[in-house]
C-alpha cells in the first residue's frame, strides 16, 4: 500500500510539475514552433522532457545569460556616424545599436583549409604586440599541437597571447595539453565551465565564434576551427570543405571589442588596448565596406537573424547559401519560398551527409518544399561541407561562424561579417559556384517509409536543435 502512495505522489508530482513548466514554456518562448516542440518532448517523453527543459530550456536563458554584459548599447548616433546606409541589412543593425559598416578594409577570402592555415601561420609568425585567439575547437592533433607550440613561442618573446575556448567544445582541451603556453606566459581562458558545481552556467549557451587579431591590426574570422578538419599545412582531400576571411582595417576594431568583453566575462581581466590607427590599413584607400555583426544572448534582440531576413526579402537577382546544416525557422523559410516563386536564382548547396545526422533528417522536409517551388538544392557527394556563406545579388555578401538553424541564430555566441563590396561579393560568387560543380542536384524524391518517420520526427524537433 506504501509504496504504491508513493508512486502515486510521484506521478502526481510529476503531472503538476509539467504543466508549470508548459506554461513556463508558452510564456517564455516568442516563436510558436518552439513551443510547440518543448510542449511535445515534455508530453511524450516527461522523464527526459522536463529535466531537459530545466538544463537546457528558456528563451536564451536569460537568467543565466544576462549575467554577461551586453556587447552593445542601443545609441541612435550610430545611425548618423555610418553615413548614409547602402542596404536595408545596415539599416537594421545600426538602428538595433550595432556598429555601422566600416570602409577602407582589405578583405581577402581564405578559399579553403590551406589558405586559412598558411595565413594563420604568418600571422603568428609577424606578431609583435599581441594574439588574441577565440575558437569553439582547439584540436588535440597535430594541428592543434603546432598551434599551441608557434603561441608558446610568441609568449616567450614577449607577445602578449591569450586564448579563449568554449569550455564544451574543447573540452578535451585541459592540463598538460595547455600547460606549456600557460608556462611559456601565455593566458587561457574557458568560457562557460559547464560543470555546475564549479559554476552556475548552462551547459547549452555556447561561444562558437571563431575570430584571431593580431596586434590589434589584422584578423580572421569565419566558420573554421583550428583542428586537422578544417585546416592544415599540406593539401587533404578528405578535409571539409571551408572558408574563411582575413582583415585589415576598421573593423579590426570591432572584433576586438567583441574579443575583449568575451576575454573579460570568462576571466574577469580587462585586455590592454591596442591603437588601432597605426596600421595603414587602417587608411581610406582600401576598397572593402564591411560591418562586423555579433549575435547571441549578449546581444538585444536578434538583429543578426533580422537582417539576414531583410537582406534575402530584398533581393531582386539572386540568393546562394553555403551551409552545413539547414534547419530554417518559419521566417527564413517563407522568405526563400516567396523569393523562388518571385523567380530569383535561389541555390542552397549542402554536404550529403552531415557530421550531425539528425540535422540531415531535419532538413529533409524543408529542402524537397524548396524544391518543388524552384529552389536548386545541391549536395556534395564526398566530402562535408562546414562553410557558412550567402550571397545576395551583387550587393551582399555574408560569412561567419553561424550556420542557418535555430541554434546559431537564437542560441549560440556567434560572429559574422557582411561585406558590401561588388568586387567581394563576385568573388565569394565565384567560390560557391565553384563548389557547385563539384555536386550534384538533390534527389527530389520522396524517401521511403523508415527515414519519412525519422524526418518527421527531427523536423518536430527542428526548433530544438
Not at 571589442?257 to 573579460?264: A, K, T
Request: net charge positive.
Amino acid at each position: 500500500m506504501i509504496p504504491y502512495l508513493f508512486q502515486h505522489i510521484e506521478t502526481l508530482l510529476g503531472f503538476f510539475l509539467a504543466v508549470i513548466l508548459l506554461a513556463r514554456v508558452f510564456r517564455e518562448h516568442e516563436r510558436p514552433s518552439t513551443s510547440i516542440a518543448w510542449f511535445w518532448v515534455i508530453v511524450v517523453v516527461p522523464y527526459i522532457g522536463v529535466p531537459a527543459y530545466l538544463l537546457f530550456g528558456g528563451r536564451k536563458l536569460r537568467h543565466r545569460a544576462d549575467r554577461k554584459k551586453k556587447l552593445y548599447a542601443k545609441d541612435s548616433s550610430l545611425e548618423s556616424k555610418g553615413g548614409k546606409h547602402r542596404c536595408d541589412s545596415e539599416q537594421v543593425l545600426v538602428s538595433s545599436g550595432l556598429p555601422p559598416a566600416r570602409d577602407g578594409n582589405e578583405v581577402r577570402l581564405l578559399a579553403d583549409g590551406l589558405d586559412a592555415y598558411s595565413a594563420l601561420r604568418e600571422m603568428i609568425q609577424n606578431a609583435e604586440q599581441s594574439i588574441h585567439v577565440m575558437t569553439f575547437i582547439l584540436g588535440r592533433d597535430s594541428v592543434g599541437r603546432e598551434m599551441i607550440q608557434r603561441l608558446c613561442q610568441k609568449a616567450q618573446s614577449g607577445v602578449q597571447v591569450r586564448l579563449l575556448l568554449d569550455a564544451l567544445g574543447s573540452y578535451r582541451n585541459r592540463g598538460r595539453f595547455l600547460a606549456p603556453l600557460l608556462q611559456a606566459g601565455g593566458q587561457v581562458g574557458i568560457f562557460m565551465p559547464m560543470l555546475p558545481l564549479h559554476r552556475k552556467w548552462s551547459a547549452n549557451l555556447r561561444n562558437h565564434r571563431k575570430i584571431v587579431i593580431v596586434d590589434g591590426q589584422t584578423a580572421m574570422l569565419g566558420g573554421m576551427n583550428l583542428a586537422g578538419e578544417y585546416m592544415g599545412p599540406t593539401p587533404d582531400p578528405t578535409r571539409w570543405i571551408d572558408a574563411d576571411f582575413q582583415v585589415r582595417g576598421p573593423a579590426v576594431r570591432d572584433l576586438s571589442d567583441i574579443f575583449n568583453q568575451d576575454w573579460y566575462f570568462a576571466t574577469g581581466q580587462h585586455p590592454a588596448r591596442i591603437d588601432h590607427s597605426a596600421h595603414p590599413a587602417n587608411q581610406s584607400h582600401s576598397k572593402v565596406r564591411a560591418q562586423v555583426v555579433a549575435s547571441g544572448p549578449d546581444v538585444e534582440g536578434d538583429p543578426f537573424y533580422d537582417a539576414v531576413l531583410a537582406t534575402l526579402y530584398d533581393a531582386k537577382e539572386r540568393i546562394w547559401i553555403v551551409t552545413p546544416y539547414f534547419v530554417p525557422d518559419d521566417g527564413l523559410f517563407r522568405a526563400l519560398m516567396l523569393q523562388s516563386r518571385l523567380g530569383r536564382d535561389i541555390r542552397i548547396v549542402v554536404p550529403a551527409r552531415s557530421n550531425h545526422w539528425i540535422t540531415d533528417l531535419a532538413r529533409g522536409r524543408y529542402l524537397r518544399q524548396l524544391h518543388r517551388s524552384g529552389v536548386h538544392v545541391f549536395v556534395h557527394p564526398k566530402r562535408m561541407i562546414h562553410a557558412k556563406l550567402i550571397v545576395v545579388d551583387r550587393e551582399v555578401a555574408i560569412s561567419g561562424s553561424a550556420n542557418l538553424d535555430m541554434r546559431s541564430f537564437y542560441l549560440n555566441y556567434e560572429v559574422a561579417m557582411f561585406l558590401y563590396s561588388s568586387a567581394m561579393v563576385e568573388q565569394v560568387a565565384h567560390w560557391i559556384d565553384a563548389l557547385i560543380h563539384e555536386c550534384r542536384k538533390a534527389p527530389a524524391s520522396k524517401p521511403g517509409h523508415l527515414r519519412q518517420w525519422g524526418e518527421d520526427l527531427a523536423w518536430l524537433a527542428s526548433p530544438l536543435l
